[in-house]
Each structure stands twice: as structure tokens, then as C-alpha cells.
């Protein structure tokens, strides 16, 4: 075989197969699912991001997942479901089985039925904010800018001194 024969077979997307890990963008959502169930089970418990439920009127339960960003993650068309109290932990192990599928994974990173927003591997990596070459270091005042505040302050009292001048 010809070493034309084995270029035309290469594909633009082999990369992106080789490095493509499903797992890695539904592991942040099984973590707040797992947390979510333990403080579900002791309301004291605090979740980091954030609970995806409310304990409302008549034991009913409001569900609201959401992705790493904080966008909503849709349900039969809705970002909020209504589940009885009851039934909560089966709804949480369906909902962990569903994401285990891959069945919201078209939801998990770019744009969702809720709206738009960055991929999670930009959130991971906060942007760095530009350092000045002088950070950390004390500027000061200007001597301009010193000479108009003893001015500002000498009007000041000179007005006080004599208020009908």
C-alpha cells in the first residue's frame, strides 16, 4: 500500500475520537447528582453550587439540574420538574442512569434547549487577568495631583472660615 493510499484515509476527526473522553463532561454532573442525594437525605448538608432541589407545600419536590456553568439542564422540555417527595431518591437513580446513557449529553456543553452558554473545558480554566509590570507596588500620588487636593482642601476652608465670601 502507497503512502498516498494510507493519507487518504485519514480523517480531520481521528484526533478529536482519540482524545474524546464521554465520560468527562457527565463525571461533574454524576458528582451533584451523588451530592445532591445525600443532602436530600439530611436538609442540613450543604452542596456546593448550589441544591437542585426545594422541598415545597404537600411533601412535593422542585427539581432544577443544572450543567457545570449554572445552566439548566431540560426535562421534557422544562428546566423545573415537580416530583412527590416519595419518590425523589428513584427520580435522582433514573436521572443518574439517564446521564450514565449519555441521554442528556447533547446538553452537557455548548447550547441547550434553555440557551447558550461556554463549553466546560473554558470554565475549568479561569481567564488570567493582565499583571502590570508594576503590581504590588505602591504608585502613589502625582505631585499634580497632590497640589489640586491641597487646593480642593484649602478652598474648603477657607470657605467654612468665611461662608458670605
Known amino acids: 500500500m502507497a503512502l498516498k493510499d494510507i493519507i487518504a484515509k485519514l480523517s480531520p476527526d481521528n484526533e478529536k475520537l482519540f482524545h474524546h473522553d464521554p465520560d468527562a463532561d457527565r463525571r461533574p ?3 451533584r447528582i451523588a451530592k445532591n442525594r445525600e443532602a436530600f437525605a439530611d436538609p442540613s448538608k450543604k452542596v456546593r453550587g448550589g441544591k437542585w432541589f426545594e422541598i415545597g407545600n404537600n411533601a412535593m419536590v422542585a427539581f432544577t439540574p443544572t450543567r457545570v456553568d449554572g445552566q439548566p439542564i431540560v426535562i421534557d422540555g422544562q428546566s423545573v420538574t415537580f416530583w412527590p417527595a416519595a419518590d425523589f431518591p428513584s427520580i435522582l ?3 443518574e442512569a439517564a446521564v450514565r446513557a449519555g441521554e442528556i449529553d447533547n446538553q452537557l456543553e455548548g447550547s ?8 466546560a473545558r473554558e470554565l475549568k480554566q479561569p481567564r488570567q487577568r493582565a499583571r502590570r509590570s508594576d503590581a504590588g507596588v505602591s504608585r ?3 505631585d499634580e495631583r497632590r497640589a489640586k487636593f491641597a ?3 484649602a478652598a474648603r476652608n ?3 472660615r468665611d461662608p458670605e465670601g
Open 140 to 142: 502613589g500620588w502625582s
Open 93 to 95: 437513580d433514573a436521572f
Open 151 to 153: 487646593e480642593t482642601i
Open 158 to 160: 477657607a470657605a467654612r
Open 29 to 31: 454532573v454524576l458528582e
Open 112 to 119: 441547550t434547549p434553555a440557551g447558550a452558554s461556554l463549553p
